[in-house]
């Protein structure tokens, strides 16, 4: 199976930086896009930036400039840099990959999350 583990959430006070990693592990034979997206309280899910395998990003308008989406392919992991943290950047923030397995001698390509980490924004 492939799991996709965040880390790096926590409380920072507002102008603060904060740098999550994902580490997606398992029987993976290859990761195509990863992404960030979050979901604050009484909120829908949103996307935060998304990178392709060969690192071209995107981002939501609203957070251009500030966050900043990288990968390393190796370590299998996507990192999001966030400078300049606002209160409105309060939410937990999901890991999210598509991942081709190993299934017997053949490979399936699935979406997948990580549990989420709490990113809290506050004095």
């Known amino acids: 199976q492939v799991q996709l583990v965040e880390s790096g959430g926590g409380l920072v006070q507002p102008g603060g930086s904060l740098r999550l990693s994902c580490v997606a592990s398992?029987?993976?034979?290859?990761?195509?896009?990863m992404g960030w997206y979050r979901q604050a309280p009484g909120k829908e899910r949103e996307l935060v930036a998304t990178?392709?395998?060969?690192?071209?990003?995107n981002y939501a308008d609203s957070l251009k400039g500030r966050f900043t989406i990288s990968r390393d392919n190796a370590k299998n992991t996507v990192y999001l840099q966030m400078n300049s943290l606002k209160p409105e950047d309060t939410a937990v923030y999901y890991c999210n990959a598509d991942i081709r397995r190993w299934a017997g001698y053949t490979t399936v390509e699935n979406e997948y999350w990580g549990q989420g980490t709490q990113v809290t924004v506050s004095s």
């Open positions: 990178i392709t395998s060969g690192g071209i990003s």
């Open positions: 398992g029987s993976i034979f290859s990761i195509n896009d």
